[in-house]
């Protein structure tokens, strides 16, 4: 399990509510071929699948007081050691 963090004054431009995290699995050639819904808020608690290389985290966040989107992908590079 790790814990991601968007935080810090970063997070407070957002609604909370509004931050949504999910997870793409991708292809053979990175297209996104399934997405799950993680969790919602600024912080993320999360379960790394057994092949995390062909995965992606995904936030979508709605600025205060703004109709405006944004989004964020990012692979999951992490060191899994026992």
Do not use: R
Request: glycine share 8%; net charge positive.
């Amino acid at each position: 399990m790790v814990n991601l963090l968007k935080g810090g004054a970063a997070s407070s431009q957002y609604l909370e509510e509004s931050m949504e995290w999910d997870l793409v699995k991708k292809g053979l050639f990175g297209n996104g071929l399934a997405i799950k819904k993680m969790g919602t808020g600024a912080e993320l608690n999360l379960k790394i699948p057994k092949d995390p290389q062909n995965y992606e985290l995904m936030l979508i966040a709605k600025k205060k007081d703004c109709e405006q989107v944004i989004s964020s992908k990012s692979s999951l590079h992490t060191s899994l050691q026992n």
